[in-house]
């Protein structure tokens, strides 16, 4: 249990609060007349394998929250993503260090990356009602009211890239070539998943991390000639493993999911390769995309940052928080208890243009879950470097549209 | 002449080992520095090699010269380019090393007469010249005893620093040791030799120390030193003694009370 | 038989690293008697360094920089944080060399930053065909060649040169060396420099054909088991360990598919096996020295 | 006699393990602090410090083959982990994605996870006799290459990277120790199991140290052949040193993630094993109280490592600027490493002599 | 007691031992002498397991000793000191002696990790003759210090009482006074002769100091290369020209 953090308040404006919540202003904040929300992050910020993709989101949170507190704040408070900033390391003991630190002290966590890292927490999250955005996709967050996941997960996502596959090309076989994990195994039961629903021959391949040890993926593709490969690994192992095929004469199709992309590989040997066999599958649009949503975040990080879809996941997977908090406080209750069952009540967030309607339904539970993604062809630039081409615009394919998720995808390769 | 003057030297700042220790070799002469086992005598040539740092040792009060210049704040390398060198106790052979490879080792600080000194040294140990190519490890303990000395000569030192080069010899061996030792020092160099073996060590010396637990008590030339009652009695034994006879009762030195 | 000899090819490309990583572990080895695990951590620097002087220098020149550059930074650690240590048990110094490591790493890291950092090097995935459809990757007959030529400097370095004899010396007895004259301070030093640009070429091959980033240096932790397979204290053992592991790392690759309840990625742990194999036959590695053990 | 506490009549007096009446009153002063912390420190600190006390008994453990036997093995991370999931196995829940046996009473699974590691060790221990140094480091690391692919393979046991499974949940005669109740905090429960077992983990390798068993460590580790002149059979005490250490990891491993209520199979690589043989060296290897020194040190260093950024107010905290608060932190910890390292080779437990024997010398330097 | 049957062993090419024979009896003690390198060590190592001899018999009172291990040879009754003190330098003197009383000693590990009972009851009467030999050798001012401090001389003694303390039947000495001074040599040359009236165990002596060997030992062998060269009492073996020319010199003949 959390001793001695049970005192109940009555904040600035008038709504209930426990834990995390100050009548004294943020410590940086300019609004001197503003009670303070404290918000945790836990993060992969220095020598994780992770730490690229978690700068990024970590920076377009921490942006995020400033442009709220710019905007009045919530309820006479401004939000602190800034005090409690832990580094996990990816590694779930840490994780759980940083956040037994500061759980004390923040009312819910703005971000908790990685799934075995936040795996480590969650129980202990349940027992205390806290809320966290997560960055990670596995389908696994389906299932918990504490985790406010957004976009598709890695299992709806890579079910749509074999169905966009066969709408296009129709593929005979489909091999999964992903890392070890329910970040890998997720996308991996996905691709299963539809595969099977669709007739065609699934193969699985798991790797490691590491642009050396991508050998044996790369043998087991020429090897096996799949029509198609969806490839869920890090940028420098896609590069490695679709470099590595097309040179000893692979021909047919990648299609990476979330964050196997870095615009910085159409610079690397693999990019004619690249260029003729992939392509990339997003939960949601890219960082360069025309909504309401993206200007802001362009706007609120400035244009000294290289473009990156880190600051978009970031970025994104902000608003349900910020949503659960408007309506906690709405509903005059800022405990974790209130925030915990405002969250469990959405049903829709606003993500100002960045997902489509529908997505956000918290209150849908497991059926609730957004199924839409879409698929790019990012080696190919019409005008800025980040400017990538969409090729298909957010859709949910056949089996996703029918699939019931009644347990994590990843159990089920 | 080099010249130790006042000495103190303690180990891991604790352990006060040498206590005011004063000696000196004069050029070209052989100084023989006796003592009983733990005396402080190895102790003493790391000072003046510099080799004190290796094993958490320091001098922390007096000082050493070479020809009145102080090199005790030298370091090793130094102190064998000036001319002093050691040759540790237990020979300390390379013995991964061919022999001649061990005698180039020698002539680090001086590549310059490399060659020449190389034959300087195979003149003077026939058995050495054999033997350059095989790997020292292998060489017998007088053979080993020899090229510790010739490596140290290479560097053409005008001080050579024995430490017990008999120990653990046979008595031929021993004999041929102490004609080498002559040899040299009548090539000019001069010796300073620490020795259990008093006998040897005091038949081919000019001048003798005495070292008990780091003070020298007895400082005396070689011959007047072989006179010397107690240095009869507790360093050369008495030949006509049997080991049988020895009583079990602790004896107590004259110069120490 | 095609996939057969592209795999030895291959193999050998990459076994071609090993060695040269293998190499710098050996030669800190034999110097101090210490496997420094902070060459992984080099390894990545000399990468990272050649992505940034390439644009100004060119690879060629670039790497040559980076290598100085990465030796100079692997002294500037000995002095700092291994010469207080002379003397220390070996296992004290391993791991201030593993903290210097996480140290080191997070600085590269720093400098690698969020973007994919190339080492921009002339070959690419370029392949030549021979007779009989064979191909043959061009960056690994670079990564032979190159390897080839540093073997060669070395032995003669170690064999016929003054400093080198001094290295030999001091790495069996650092007191007796120090009694010849020898500065055995400037014997580690130069022996961590030049283990650190070895590293630098190293990391900079390994990277050849794909792109800077933090898991090069899990490629250096494969030179463990290569050495010790060589014989720790062994130079020709580190390359033909390196050759060795190289290719059986790379036939595992490539036939691994028809043993799939070994898991995905045995390739990986081969090394560790091929060791544990040779270890069983011989306790000092295929060319280590046996350490000269009586009573 | 009462008068003359150095004065011994008897060697029963002498073998005796807290032979001074200063060694006796220390030792219960921290007993009793050790007891009394739970109602003294907030859980979330309690959790580390018995996490600090599992750890502790890994490196005791570590501390048997390596500091007193002289076998060094980079190896620990493995028989932490065969602790770990034999534990995991036998008491995780039986209808979970991963295999468990349901059985949670912490007296079956804790020695069977011991045991088991211990074959594991005794297993590896006929290819340790045969190495030495550096080459049986090495090989011992190779270990954990060889089994982390096996255990991230297998993820019918342990779920696989990035998943993971949970820990055993223990208890204690039917005494549930995993749940907060009206008495006790889930964490103080933890804490004080920990405790406990610490405190009779440190006995059992005190008494074997001092035993012909551990003399017999000893004397392989200064001298191996004089020893095996001297009657020790080499191959028998070596495996006998690797049993019981790895019997001490599995134990250990069984515990180490009980806190946390979770764990992964990516966690017991290269970096843990290193972690353990610092915590030996920094603790000063071959003496109980230094191993244990050196886990809380190396355990709780990360938690006081992260307080320094706030003291350094011009390093950013913005994890996109070099250099900010959080490359400082991992920094600072391979740094310290070193800096323990190098000024005390003894390790902690040596800074502890050198203060007593200052104390019992002065003002007299030497 | 003890037949040494025409052993060979060489390593890499160098005949280390080349057909050595010889019997040691009761109460005897024999002393073996010969120029460096000539395998003095070797046989002592032969003897108690270290090395295994390409050819030959060792039996100590019928029993075969030939490629046992050295700790089922030290069990069968061999002790031995060696010839650069190889004692173990991080325990104490009781410890070390404690050691030598290793097979003496008995309770498993089990035993040891309990101390309840059995072990210490054990460790108590082991220690009481520890302390016996203690006094017979003089060492009581060191008992506690960790031997690796202590003076050379002692270090040496240490030595001979860790061999004591097994209560051997044989007992090997290699070099007992090298690098000692004539004080340390008389006293150690006091303790053998002791341990010969007192305990009655018979010896191996290996050394170069000729006064020692010459004043001490019941009959000496000269090896020299591996072989044996002359085998008589003292008096026969120093007047033999050929142990004159091969190791004795002119010094001893004079
Ligand atoms: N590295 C060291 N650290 C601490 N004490 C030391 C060290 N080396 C030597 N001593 C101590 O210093 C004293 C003198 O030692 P030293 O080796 O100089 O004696 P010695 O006269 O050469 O004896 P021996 O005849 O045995 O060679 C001894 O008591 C020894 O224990
Ligand atoms: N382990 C070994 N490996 C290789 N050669 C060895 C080994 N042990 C002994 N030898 C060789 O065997 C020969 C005899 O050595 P041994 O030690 O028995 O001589 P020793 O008579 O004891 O000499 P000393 O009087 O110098 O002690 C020597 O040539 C030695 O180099
Ligand atoms: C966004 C990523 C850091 C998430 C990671 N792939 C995980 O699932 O753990
Ligand atoms: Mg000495
Ligand atoms: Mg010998």
Known sequence: GCRGADSTDKGASGAKSDVGITKEPCPKSEHKDRGCIYLGIISDL????????????????????????????????????????????????????????????????????????????????????????????????????????????????????????????????????????????????????AAEKLGMTFINVKTDSGTDKQAGAVGAIVQQKPDLVILTTGPADAAAIVGGAAQRGFTGKFIGTSPSWNQGLLATAAAPALKALYLQSSPWKSWASDTPGHKAMREALGSS??????????????????????????????????????????????????????????????????????????????????????????????????????????EKL | MLRVQNLEVVYDDVMLVLRGVSLQVPPGRIVALLGANGAGKTTLLRALSGLLGVHDGAITKGAVTLDEKPIHRLRPAAVVRRGVTQVMEGRRTFAELTVEENLRLGAHTRPKGRAEALERMYGLFPVLAQRRGSVAGYLSGGEQQMLAMGRALMSDPAYLLLDEPSLGLAPRLVEQVRDLIVQINRAGTGVLLVEQNATMALSIAEHGYVLETGKVVLDKPAAELLADDDIREFYLGRAERSFRDVKHYKRRKRWLS | MKDFVES??????????????????????????????????????????????????????????????????????????????????????????????????????????????????????????????????????????????????????????????AMRAASYDQEAALAQGVSVGAVFALSWALAGALAAVAGTFAAVGGSVSESLWLIALTALPVIILGGLDSLPGAVIGGLAVGTVQELTATYQGSLPWLGGNISVVTPYVVMFLVLLVRPYGLFGTREVERV | MRNRPLLRTSYNQELALLDTTSKKVAVGILLAVGVALPWLVEDQLLQLIGLACVTAIGAIGLNIVTGYAGQVSLGHAFFLAIGAYTAAAIAGDPDARTIGFGVREILIWLPAAGVVAALAGVLVAPLATRLRGLYLAIVTLGLVFIGGHVINEWSSLTGGPGIGRQPPAPTLLGYDLNTGDAFLTRDQKLYLLMLVLLVIAALAARNLARSRVGRAFTAIRDRDIAAGVMGVNLARYKTIAFGVSSFYAGCAGALLYVGIGYFDPTTFNLLLSVQYIAMILIGGAGTVSGAVLGAFLITLLPRLIREVPSFLPFISNSPAESPNAYQLETVLYGVLIIVFLIFEPRGLFGIWIRLRNYWKAWPFSY | MLRFEDVRLSFAGVKAIDGVSFTVAKD??????????????????????????????????????????????????????????????????????????????????????????????????????????????????????????????VQKRVELGRALAMEPKLLLLDEPVAGMNLEETEDMARFILDVREELGIPMILVEHDMGLVMDLADRVMVVDFGVPVATGTPAEVQHNPDVLRAYLGEVEAA
């Open chain 1, 305 to 410: 940052v290289t473009p990156n879809d880190g600051y978009t996941s970031g970025w994104v997977w902000s608003y349900p928080l910020l949503a659960a908090l408007k309506k906690a406080q709405a509903d005059g209750d800022l405990t974790r208890a209130g925030l915990l069952k405002a969250a469990k009540s959405l049903t829709k967030v606003d993500y100002e243009g960045m997902l489509p309607d529908g997505a956000g339904n918290y209150a849908g539970g497991a059926d609730g879950i957004f199924r839409q993604s879409l698929i790019y062809n990012p080696t190919v630039g019409a005008g800025g470097p980040n400017d990538i081409k969409l090729e298909k615009d957010y859709f949910t394919g056949s089996v996703a549209k029918d699939y019931k998720l009644d347990k994590p995808c990843y």
């Open chain 5, 28 to 153: 005897e003690l024999f002393a073996v002498i010969g120029p460096n390198g000539a395998g003095k060590t070797s046989i002592f190592n032969v003897i108690s397991g270290v090395y295994r001899p390409q050819h030959g018999r060792v039996t100590l009172d019928g029993t075969d000793l030939t490629g046992l291990r050295p700790d089922k040879v030290a069990k069968l009754g061999v002790a031995r000191t060696f010839q650069n003190v190889e004692l173990f330098q991080h325990l104490t003197v009781l410890e070390n002696l404690m050691l030598g009383r290793h097979h003496h000693i008995r309770y498993g590990t089990l035993a040891a990790i309990a101390w309840l009972g059995r072990a210490r009851r054990e460790e108590i009467a082991n220690r009481a003759v520890v302390e016996d030999i203690v006094d017979f050798l003089e060492l009581a001012q060191w008992r506690r210090l960790p031997v690796g401090l202590l003076p050379y001389g």
């Open chain 1, 46 to 193: 220095t020598v994780g394998p992770f730490h690229v993709l978690a700068v990024p989101i970590t920076d377009a949170q921490k942006a995020f929250w400033k442009r709220v507190n710019a905007q009045g704040g919530i309820g006479g408070y401004d939000i602190d993503a800034e005090t409690y900033v832990r580094d996990n390391k990816y590694n779930p003991q840490t994780h759980n260090e940083a956040y037994q630190e500061m759980k004390g002290k923040v009312l819910a966590l703005a971000q908790s990356l990685g799934s075995p890292t936040t795996a480590a927490i969650l129980p202990d999250m349940k027992t205390n009602n806290i809320i966290a955005a997560p960055a990670a996709w596995t389908s696994a967050y389906a299932f918990e009211d504490n985790i406010l996941e957004s976009g598709a997960n890695y299992c709806i996502e890579s079910m749509n890239a074999v169905d966009y596959a066969n709408e296009t090309f129709k593929p005979k076989t489909v091999m999964a070539v992903h890392l070890a994990g329910d970040y890998g195994d997720d996308a991996a039961a996905g691709a299963k998943i």
């Open chain 3, 8 to 165: 030895v090819l291959r193999g050998i490309g990459t076994g071609s690293v090993y060695a040269l990583l293998g190499l710098g572990f050996v030669i800190i080895y034999k110097a101090t008697r210490v496997i420094s695990f902070a060459q992984p951590a080099f390894m990545l620097a000399g990468a990272v360094l050649v992505t940034y002087l390439v644009g100004p220098l060119g690879f060629f020149l670039g790497l040559a920089a980076a290598a100085v550059l990465t030796g100079g930074l692997a002294l500037g650690v000995e002095r700092l944080a291994v010469r207080p240590m002379i003397g220390r048990p070996v296992f004290t110094v391993a791991i201030i060399t593993l903290g210097i490591d996480i140290a080191v790493r997070v600085v590269v890291n720093a400098a690698i930053g969020l973007d994919v950092r190339q080492v921009g090097d002339p070959w690419g995935l370029k392949v030549w065909k021979l007779p009989g459809g064979v191909q043959v990757e061009q960056r690994h007959v670079a990564m032979v060649l190159t390897t080839a030529v540093l073997i060669a400097l070395l032995f003669v370095f170690f064999r016929y040169t003054r400093t080198g004899l």
